[in-house]
């Protein structure tokens, strides 16, 4: 009963933000001085062809039509919310017409998935685990040459140091593909075909690992050397407990509840693509699409995208709420 | 029966060594309850973590002689500091400070009790320890469902409440209790003091109570231990302490409590303790004591026997005299 009331009032929550956001994703482009069908046309006939008026008026219709354009504001209103919450249908794109801006993001979205998945759940398991042995170790010397070492590399822009192992890795050293290319010859889901997926995405994984590792690791490394003096802790170590279950269950459990949802929301951020990991790659993901419609002015490429983030981010949040009393006992449904 | 003869224990510190415990001899008997008292900084607690042989940097063991004799099934071995640490619980046990969050908020109470109890073999399996676990919390008038409770959902009496329950569940031949009462209101107080003194009592066994409210040493001690600046100025009968405090500082103590009736003020005893990093050469209450003489600032007094099993270290009784001179004598020869 409790949990029913608890999930209620939480999805109600998540429902009115995702509407709110939704909202401002319509709202935000009619508010730009641009009209996208002006600007539609004009590029159509800035490219030189010649249109009788009537051609240009039935174009102006079929453009207007087709960005949702028609009506009044209202009714344009409860048009784009059926498409957005029914048939994620936001038309096509403009840059690349016609095809749908939803099979260009669903063309997209696994590449972003599959390289941002991996290499944040790499670098969190990573960046915990050393962390915490860090932390509770911090008198050591390793820990603090770990430490020494991540708030060397870590404030390094992620720009920078992607360049430094592009050139290392793709021209000094010469192993690694610096550009994303696979052969259109290869068939999906052969042998061939995922390890020349995992052998184009390694350095972009990479670099986006050491960079999220810096985070974690240091993040976990306060976390748990500020309770690796907490007296449950010390008495732990009174009641004769062993070095291996302190770590675990008396200062990694405590640790690792904000670094959970910290991931949860790092993981609601991966709809969105790694926007400049994508474009110094040449990565085929949400994070290169988003970068082209933005280029290109493709109003229905970027209202589909930023709905998408929106909705992953929101949902992400909604998840951590409710798996939350699940892994700290202190809070309840309530 | 443990003995520390002569302890030194000091802290390393950057500034040199800080004398928590200095050089302090004490004989401590089974079946008794006895109080350790003093202000806060004279290394009460410092005493409780050697005598329990938690002895880790920087804390660290300088000289003198601890020595435990444990009873297991009717034989004897003899324990120094270095084997403590393999018999807590089943030999020593410990009840923290009663305002310290000594429990894990993540974790059921139940298996923070089988972190400390599961070790030894007497306590069996999982499953039967849990009985026992309950069923001595039974005993003890415990409600069993704080076993399935995290600690936030307790009291703090009843998280304190379970500490004494996992600290005499292994019938321990001692149990230290460090300020296991302060924090606490009265009546709660009251209660945890009743559920020690009852389990003593049970047991058989051996209670040291640290603590700076004299009125809970008055309560339920035996013997009394007052502690000054690292050192014990006086051991003796809880009675005898109240009645006829033998050291000037023990004097002063009982003089500033409260008493019934009585609207005069309470005289404290000015001044502050010495410093631990660097105390003074002679007895180390000199700077405070209104009866100083010239040989306090210069030797310390030796605790020597006043009465029958009452103990104190000043120059004002003549055995200390004689013994400080005879020692001088022998050191001169």
Not at chain 2, 57 to 68: K, Y
């Amino acid at each position: 009963m409790r949990f029913a009331v608890f999930l209620l009032s939480r999805l109600l929550t998540y429902v009115i933000v995702v509407w709110i956001g939704m909202t401002a994703v319509f709202l935000v482009p009619r508010l730009m001085p641009t009209d996208p069908v002006s600007a539609m046309l004009g590029r159509v006939m800035s490219q030189g062809a010649f249109m009788e008026p009537a051609q240009v008026e039935a174009i102006r219709a079929s453009l207007t039509a087709s960005f949702g354009l028609e009506g009044t504001l209202w009714e344009q209103y409860l048009g784009f919310m059926r498409r957005v919450f029914i048939t994620f249908d936001f038309g096509p794109s403009l840059a690349m017409f016609p095809t749908p801006v939803s099979q260009l993001i669903g063309r997209a979205l696994p590449w972003s998935l599959g390289l941002l998945l991996a290499s944040t759940l790499i670098a969190w398991v990573l960046g915990n685990t050393i962390g915490l042995l860090a932390g509770y170790h911090r008198l050591r010397a390793y820990s603090k040459f770990l430490e020494g070492f991540a708030v060397l590399v870590y404030p390094i822009p992620y720009y920078i140091l992607a360049l430094i192992m592009i050139i290392l890795f793709g021209y000094v050293w010469g192993i690694l593909p610096t550009n994303f290319s696979m052969s259109p010859m290869l068939k999906p889901w052969t042998l061939d075909y995922v390890w020349a997926a995992i052998y184009n995405s390694i350095l972009p994984a990479l670099s986006i690992v050491i960079v999220n590792f810096g985070w974690w690791f240091l993040s976990m490394k306060a976390l748990s050397s500020t309770l690796a003096e907490e007296e449950y802790v010390d008495f732990a170590k009174l009641k004769g407990v062993g070095e291996g279950r302190i770590m675990s269950r008396y200062v990694a459990q405590n640790a690792i509840l904000p670094q959970i949802t910290m991931l949860a929301l790092v993981l609601g951020g991966v709809f969105n693509g790694a926007l400049i990991t994508e474009i110094l790659f040449s990565y085929p993901g949400v994070g290169s699409l988003i970068y082209s419609a933005v280029l290109q002015a493709d109003y229905n490429l970027l209202m589909g995208t930023i709905s998408l983030s929106i909705l992953a981010v929101s949902t992400a949040t909604f998840v951590v709420d409710l798996i939350y009393p699940f892994i700290d006992p202190r809070i309840r449904y309530r | 029966m443990y003995t520390l003869t002569n302890v030194k224990a000091y802290y390393d510190s950057p500034r040199g060594p800080i004398k928590a415990v200095d050089d302090v001899s004490l004989e401590i008997r089974p079946n008794e309850i006895l109080g350790i008292a003093g202000e806060s900084g004279c290394g009460k607690s410092t005493l409780i973590k050697v005598i329990y042989g938690h002895i880790n940097p920087p804390l660290r063991l300088v000289s003198g002689e601890i020595r435990a004799e444990m009873k297991d099934n009717g034989q004897v071995s003899v324990l120094s500091a270095k084997d403590l640490p393999k018999v807590w619980w089943e030999f020593i046990s410990y009840v923290p400070q009663a305002s310290m969050s000594v429990l894990n908020p993540v974790m059921r109470i139940e298996n923070q009790f089988f972190d400390a109890v599961s070790r030894f073999h007497r306590a069996g399996n999982r499953e039967q320890i849990r009985q026992q676990v309950a069923d001595y919390l039974q005993e003890l008038d415990l409600p069993v469902e704080v076993l399935k409770a995290y600690p936030h959902q307790l009291s703090g009496g009843m998280r304190q409440r379970v500490l004494v329950a996992l600290a005499t569940f292994l019938h321990p031949q001692i149990i230290l209790a460090d300020e296991p009462t302060t924090a606490l209101d009265v009546v709660v107080q009251r209660g945890i003091l009743r559920m020690l003194t009852r389990v003593q009592q049970t047991m058989g066994n051996t209670l040291i109570i640290v603590s700076h409210d004299m009125g809970v040493h008055y309560q339920i001690t035996h013997r009394m231990a007052i502690m000054y600046a690292g050192q014990l100025v006086e051991v003796g009968p809880t009675e005898r302490i109240f009645s006829a405090a033998q050291h000037p500082y023990t004097e002063m103590l009982i003089k500033s409590l409260p008493r019934i009736g009585d609207h005069s003020a309470r005289e404290g005893i000015s001044g502050r303790p010495p410093s631990l990093l660097d105390p003074p050469p002679g007895c180390p209450f000199a700077p405070r004591c209104p009866h100083a003489m010239d040989i306090c600032t210069q030797a310390r007094p030796p605790l020597v026997q006043i009465e029958d099993d009452h103990l104190s270290a000043c120059f004002l009784h003549e055995e200390a005299m004689a013994a400080a001179h005879a020692q001088k004598v022998g050191a001169q020869s």
